[in-house]
């Protein structure tokens, strides 16, 4: 691996071999979704916490501050809305030209395996991953389901995360399911998980992310789950636990709970 390439990994891949990224791109086909309103009073107090943050140039440049460290993974796909025709007919929304004038660490495409734009979505994969190795950056590819959340199982999973890395993606963010261990069995490349919308307790977000990353996940990309607590920065700090200090679901929760009672 060249070592331009090799810093940018470095940089989004901790040296524990796991990552935390806090995705906050949503806005890009949600709009102003709730307590995404605002980015930058969202993601300040959770930045410290985050090895990276994905998210739109649009969000990057009014709403992060250039002084702050924290690695940058880029969404440069897009193109379409919750209220269109179809979430999968997305396009290349930003080049790799103005991924290195952001200085990013990596960029980040959905991929519609399944959809009526498989096709579109996967050879924009492959162009991407064209530019992005040409220059040295990593893409991660995210195996999106639309609002389609019934397709999270093993199967489907396993084959959009090989199909991306059989492509070109350094790295590969899908949901967990159950046989987490068959996704990422057949994926050659690392593979985080995001959490999709708020589930009903910080328990049950724990519980599936111990889970996957017993199961061989390298860390998660998780956004709601995190953002739309009611204690945010309790919730990234638990699953740093997890993620980095190899916790259990139940030490997560109890820290969770101790960092909820001390914010009252
Ligand atoms: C949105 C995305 C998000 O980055 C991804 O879904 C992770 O966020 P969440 O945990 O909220 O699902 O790709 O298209």
């Known amino acids: 691996m060249d070592w331009g390439m090799a810093n940018r990994m470095a940089q989004v891949i901790q040296s524990d071999g796991r990552c935390l990224f806090l995705p906050i791109d949503h806005g890009y086909f949600q709009g102003p979704t709730r307590r995404l309103e605002q980015p930058g009073k969202t993601i300040a107090p959770l930045l410290p916490h985050a090895d990276a943050l994905f998210v739109t140039r649009g969000v990057l440049r009014s709403s992060v501050d ?61 162009k991407l991953v064209d530019e992005g190795e040409r220059f040295g950056v990593p893409v991660m590819a995210v195996t999106a389901v639309g609002r389609e959340m019934e397709k999270r ?37 690392p593979v985080v998980m995001a959490g999709g919308p708020q589930v009903n307790s910080e328990l049950e977000v724990f519980e599936f992310v111990h889970d996957g990353l017993n199961r061989g996940a390298i860390g998660v990309n998780l956004g709601r789950n995190i953002w739309q607590n009611e204690y945010p920065v309790a919730m990234i700090r638990a699953i740093r636990h997890l993620v980095h200090e190899d916790g259990t679901a139940q030490e997560a929760h109890e820290l969770y709970q101790s960092l909820e009672a001390e914010a009252h």
């Open 66 to 126: 250039p002084v702050d460290a924290t690695p940058i993974i880029l969404r440069v796909s897009g193109g379409t809305s919750m209220v269109g025709k179809d979430l999968a007919n997305e396009g290349l929304t930003t080049s790799v030209e103005e991924a290195i004038r952001l200085n990013v660490a990596a960029v980040g495409i959905s991929i519609f395996v399944g959809s009526d734009y498989e096709r579109e979505s996967l050879l924009n994969l492959g």
């Open 153 to 189: 199982d093993a199967r489907y999973l396993g084959l959009c995360c090989r199909i991306a890395a059989e492509l070109g993606a350094r790295v590969v963010k899908t949901y967990w399911c159950e046989d987490f261990e068959k996704v990422v069995e057949g994926c050659p490349v």
